[in-house]
């Protein structure tokens, strides 16, 4: 190789093309960078064969017979779903939900993995079948619009979920409808712009209007116009407290005399000036030497069972049920 002499090689990592002297590099130096790797050192380069002679001898180093690579035969991966690899996609899923660290897309990927499929086969069996999006028209978005809010101020939480159950009605992808909704809430005053003290002040009118046996259907508004905040923001933050009991289900129940004593300490909680420094069901857990989740779940079956006082029992056969927000 002659002085200075470079050769044109690619990256078998990014696939760019590079210039090095030797002609057998295979990653260029921006992966060896970004990957940690040893760069090939000029020791490791064949040596030349006057290296393996012998001292006063001309005769050549036995050269290495050539060999064939048998290849792995690679097994196909399966493309259609049939039952059983739904079971078993279902079942691994259930495992790799429990892990925070994990995205979705990351779950996805190992499955398919571990099953030998296609990610777009996993999908499906969590998912359900990919729908083809909808052009959205002016009508179609406020139809969206609409059948959320009506969710939200029935406080009726479908079983599949509510975004899920718009795009199910409107033969919607569920990315359409989520889409169409995080961008109607990024235009409005929405609950998500309100400080912990405001959502604790709705929290206080709530309570003080249901317990007076004012209509349910009235305190959002009433609420709204007492503490200068929008209607929906107070339909928002009420919908809060009246969150899915399914998200505390497997919470084992507290002994009576302990949930009377949260309920208790919740009625004091709503005289405060302010919230505590801390989160209600954390503050209140240590003091009664519960989880958090179970503080949680006395005040859901707390709040509905003072609801159900104040509205009529058909208003709420369908609300407040075991579905997801």
């Not at 249901?210 to 009420?238: H, M, N």
């Amino acid at each position: 190789m002659g002085l200075g002499m470079t050769f044109r090689c690619t990256c078998e990592r990014c696939g760019d093309i590079f210039f090095s002297p030797d002609r057998r590099a295979k990653t260029c130096p921006k992966c060896i960078k970004r990957y940690g790797l040893q760069k090939r050192q000029e020791t490791q380069a064949r040596p030349p064969a006057s290296a393996h002679a012998k001292p006063g001898t001309n005769a050549r180093p036995a050269q290495r017979q050539p060999t064939t690579a048998v290849p792995t035969k690679r097994k196909k991966r399966i493309e259609t779903l049939t039952e059983e690899l739904r079971e078993a996609i279902l079942k691994a899923y259930e495992k790799y939900k429990q892990d925070p660290n994990l995205k979705l897309g990351q779950i996805h990927a190992k499955i398919a993995a571990e099953l030998n499929t296609k990610r777009q086969i996993v999908a499906e069996a969590i998912h359900g079948p990919q729908i083809a999006p909808k052009p959205l028209t002016p009508e179609l978005r406020q139809e969206i619009i609409s059948r959320y809010q009506q969710f939200v101020q029935r406080l009726e939480r479908p079983e599949a979920g509510r975004r899920k159950t718009i795009a199910a009605e409107l033969g919607l992808p569920l990315s359409q409808v989520a889409s169409v909704l995080r961008e109607w809430k990024s235009q409005i005053p929405d609950v998500s712009h309100l400080t912990r003290e405001q959502m604790f002040q709705i929290e206080k009118a709530y309570w003080h209007h249901l317990q007076s046996g004012t209509p349910f259907e009235d305190i959002p508004k009433i609420v709204a116009r007492e503490l200068g905040f929008t209607e929906w923001q107070v339909l928002r933050r009420i919908d809060m407290l009246h969150d899915s009991f399914s998200k505390v289900a497997d919470a084992p129940e507290p002994p009576p005399e302990i949930r009377e004593a949260i309920e208790q300490a919740y009625l004091e909680y709503l005289k405060r000036p302010a919230p505590p420094p801390d989160s209600l069901h954390s503050t209140l857990a240590k003091r009664f030497g519960v989880t958090p989740k179970q503080v949680f779940r006395v005040l859901l079956e707390y709040r509905r069972r003072v609801l159900q006082n104040n509205r009529q029992p058909a208003e709420l056969q369908n609300s407040l049920g075991m579905g997801t927000g």
